[in-house]
């Protein structure tokens, strides 16, 4: 196997493959962990889902066309084009 090809990897692979070195991934993640960043999973010895890691990066610089888990950071297109509708309708 690749080392690319590894899902599950340490914090200083993860470093290593964004870019940055592992004491800065260190101070890094912690506010990156504020905004949805994957955590390590006790599973497989604290390591982190790269797949993950790297659907988080893509999300964070919009090169994903879905929201995922996460909030919309503004106003859904839909309800700017019906007046009146301000999400909390009850459709009852």
């Known amino acids: 196997m690749a080392k690319s090809d590894k899902l599950f990897v340490t914090d200083a692979e993860c470093a290593e493959r964004i870019g940055i070195p592992t004491d800065e991934f260190k101070t890094v993640v912690a506010t990156a962990a504020k905004s949805g960043f994957p955590m390590?999973?006790?599973?497989?010895?604290?390591?982190?889902?790269?797949?993950?890691?790297?659907?988080?990066?893509?999300?964070?610089?919009?090169?994903t066309t879905g929201s995922g888990p996460y909030a919309p950071d503004e106003v859904e297109p839909w309800k700017k084009a019906l007046p009146g509708l301000d999400g909390k309708e009850n459709w009852d």
Request: positive net charge; charged residues 35%.
């Open 40 to 63: 390590q999973d006790p599973l497989f010895k604290n390591r982190r889902y790269w797949p993950a890691v790297r659907a988080w990066l893509d999300r964070r610089y919009s090169l």
